[in-house]
């Protein structure tokens, strides 16, 4: 789950730049101690390889819907 202050006393394009590196944050580093999808963590930890391999077919696959 992604939760996501915004403190309010900042203009939005600080907010919006703020969200935006904590989601790159979170995607360069991900934790998987304490994963919200135990298999997607534990695939991570054992088998980067195939893990990366099935996250771009995901995308792949959901790019083609739009």
Do not use: C, T, Y
């Not at 703020?18 to 989601?23: E, K, R, Y």
């Amino acid at each position: 789950m992604l939760i996501i202050v915004v403190n309010l006393n900042f203009g939005l394009h600080l907010q919006v730049e703020s969200i935006v590196l904590s989601i790159i944050s979170m995607l360069s580093s991900p934790n998987d101690e304490s994963p919200a999808n135990i298999e997607a963590a534990k695939d991570w930890r054992e088998k980067q390889d195939e893990f990366k391999k099935k996250v771009r077919r995901a995308v792949r696959k959901s790019q083609e819907m739009l």
